[in-house]
């Protein structure tokens, strides 16, 4: 199943430079490694802002959530999640 998650990442203004780096370099590691799973398979920044559009490719909702709040920055973070379903119209033989 393909899911699209924005991500919006608030740090709190009191946690110190060395936790944060801490958390940020945590949170890159697993990142790569699950893009290298294939289980996140795009990720975008959003210009101007701590955020991210990411596209997940994960058996089920609860996969989603699971893989979500493993993540490192997972407290500090704001989710918009939707569904997604291959369009009748799409070209791309990976579409799902």
Request: hydrophobic share 40%; with cysteine.
């Amino acid at each position: 199943m393909l899911f699209h998650v924005e991500m919006t990442v608030n740090l709190p203004s009191d946690m110190s430079p060395e936790s944060a780096a801490r958390l940020k370099a945590d949170e890159k590691a697993i990142s790569q490694r699950l893009q290298e799973q294939g289980v996140w398979r795009h990720l975008w920044r959003i210009v101007g802002h701590y955020a991210n559009i990411s596209i997940f490719d994960v058996e089920s909702p609860a996969h989603l959530h699971d893989v979500l709040s493993q993540l490192p920055l997972f407290p500090y973070m704001k989710l918009e999640v939707r569904a997604l379903c291959r369009h009748a119209s799409s070209i791309r033989d990976d579409d799902r």
